[in-house]
């Protein structure tokens, strides 16, 4: 008999968090699992159009996260589900809460996406509900690195024998023929080097630095740089990009649904952030064989890239350091070479169909 899981996201607006949990709905095994994907809200799902058709989904309709406590304890009272899953701590502080609501005991995992306290803005009002919720209503707490195990550990104590780390899972053979797709609205002049950096445009992800580092590069080397995402920073970051003087070279492309033909086009990936969970985007540029250089942030970079052996490190939001690694790799054919192909064989190890049994066992 099929288990009946039920899966709650906010919305599955364009980041890691929401691809991930798509990628790791798309891939169990439906002739164990039955997936119901339950939906707060009816905006914002950039990824709604990726998820399979096999999975049923339902919306609640509501404004705000939080307004839809009693409908989601509703939902689980109706379909009686057998395991509970949901990511990013809002939704698995709501989820846990519904859950006890309910008076149901329900198998429920919840999966912490962000090395959340790099932040500085986690209140004790958070600390103390992830810390109740967590411990006394989740069965288990996946992180995705290693840096955020340590996080919950020691910034929110969970107990550390309920965390598991599984990495993100990736659809590295999907990935690979989705990048083959021609590019349309860009063209690259054979004596020139195409950066790019995608993420939304917000705080952590520290396009700032990329910017100025970038207004670095583009005086040693003939380059553009592309910035695929959205967010609240846009207009911020366009003001800056003209102030340096380099708004013809920086070039603001959006949400994409598929980001991968631009980084298979580009020369080089970026990433600058203050902080992350894992980093999913490393991991797909990566498999599309475009190389990688990332702050050392916490959590996730270091422990893909290993010491520098699958691509560039450098310090969290130092421009010039960023700048001369940008410069050095793009100035090397054999570096990006040999990083290239390193990046191909590093992206396998985390294939979603093996990363995914291991959510399939805890979810038995």
Known sequence: MKKKIFVFMFSLSGGGAERTVVNIINNL???????????????NHDYIRLVNNDIRIKYLNCRK?????????????????????????GNNILLLISKMLS????????????????SGNVTKINKLLTFVTYNYFANKVVA????????????????????????????????????KEQVGDIKKSPDEKLIIAVG??????????????????????????????????EKQLKDLSESLGIKDRVLFMGFKDNPYNYINYSDLFVLSSKWEGFSHVIVESMSVGTPVVSTNCKSGP???????????????????????????????????????LLGKKRAQDFNAKTIVIMYERLFI
């Open 144 to 179: 995705l690195s290693k840096g955020v195990k340590d996080d919950l550990k020691m910034n929110f104590n969970i107990d550390p024998r309920k965390i598991e780390v599984i990495y993100n899972p990736v659809e590295v053979k999907q990935i690979e023929t989705l990048s």
């Open 200 to 233: 939304r445009l917000v705080e952590p992800k520290d396009f700032h630095t990329l910017i100025n580092a970038f207004n670095i590069v583009s005086r040693t080397l003939k380059s553009r740089l592309i910035i695929l995402g959205k967010g609240p920073f």
């Open 302 to 340: 270091a422990e893909i890239i290993c010491d520098n052996k699958f691509g560039r490190l450098v310090p969290v939001a130092d421009s010039e350091k960023l700048a001369c690694e940008i410069i050095e790799v793009l100035s090397d054919d054999e570096t990006r070479k040999e990083l290239s």
């Open 65 to 89: 996260l939080y307004f839809c406590l009693f409908q989601l304890r509703r939902e689980i009272i109706k379909e009686k589900p057998d395991i509970l899953f949901s990511t990013l701590n």
């Open 103 to 118: 008076f149901r005991n329900v198998k429920t995992i919840v999966r912490e996406a962000s090395n959340r306290t790099q």
């Open 29 to 43: 095994n439906k002739n164990k699992f039955e997936v119901i994907l339950v939906l707060g809200s009816n905006k």
